[in-house]
């Protein structure tokens, strides 16, 4: 079974751009989070979805957004990228969000 | 407020000894726990978990302990090996409030296993 494929890899922006960054979950999976990992901070809950629905977010400004779509594949957005918006974005799917999540690569978003 | 913490950032080890990882939690609603490992470059990968009604699960060289009373939990890992130097994450999550539908991480200790 495939695992978690996330795209782009690496992505270089300027600030004041915005991004958008994809995830492909596991085969059955309908559950898909998102977590920003920076040095020193750990991963940080970004939201959750799932069949499409955000069922919980995390203490991020609303520059940050998301979506799912029908095929459990998940989009997330950042608008207006700032500095500190530089990290790893990491995808995780489950087929319960409370349970084992299974993570892809990860983006690692640069902002110049 | 850090609901997740692991204190010690780092951790050296000789291959062959045993490494213990540490995490204490605060929030009292978490009931599932969950240790993941992680290497420059890849996301995290399952290692092991527990449910709160259980105190300890093996599997392999991996052991998972938990103490409810004192909301702190260690991961054990015996023979360490020289593959197993990696991040190792902690994490946490509930079926109430808002720790539904997420883990809670800490943030991470540095493994070194040496040959």
């Known amino acids: 079974k495939a695992g978690v494929t996330q795209t782009p890899r690496y992505l270089i922006k300027t600030r004041g751009q915005q991004v958008t960054l994809s995830c492909s979950p596991i085969?059955?999976?309908?559950?898909v989070s998102w977590y920003q990992q920076t040095p020193g901070q750990g991963l940080q809950f970004l939201f959750e979805?799932?069949?499409?629905?955000?069922?919980n977010k995390g203490n991020f400004p609303g520059r940050f957004s998301g979506r799912q779509f029908s095929n459990s594949r998940s989009e997330m957005n950042v608008s207006t990228l700032e500095l500190g918006d530089s990290a790893l974005y990491l995808c995780?799917?489950?087929?319960?969000?409370?349970?084992?999540?299974?993570f892809g690569p990860g983006t690692r978003l640069t902002v110049t | 407020d850090q609901q997740v913490k692991q204190n010690s950032p780092s951790l050296s080890v000789q291959e062959g000894r045993i490494s213990i990882l540490n995490c204490d939690y605060t929030?009292?609603?978490?009931?599932?726990f969950l240790w993941y490992k992680k290497y420059p470059a890849e996301g995290p990968t399952f290692l092991i978990s527990?449910?709160?009604?259980?105190d300890k699960n093996e599997d392999g060289r991996f052991t998972v302990f938990l103490n409810k009373s004192a909301k702190h939990l260690s991961l054990h890992i015996v023979p360490s090996q020289p593959g197993d130097s990696a991040v190792y994450f902690c994490?946490?999550?509930?079926?109430?409030?808002?720790?539904?539908?997420?883990?809670?991480f800490g943030k991470g200790t540095l493994l070194t296993v040496n040959p």
């Open positions: 995780a799917s489950s087929w319960d969000s409370s349970r084992e999540q299974y």
């Open positions: 085969s059955g999976h309908r559950s």
């Open positions: 979805y799932f069949s499409e629905t955000q069922r």
């Open positions: 929030n009292s609603m978490f009931d599932y």
């Open positions: 527990i449910s709160s009604i259980k």
């Open positions: 994490a946490a999550s509930g079926h109430s409030g808002g720790s539904n539908y997420k883990l809670t």
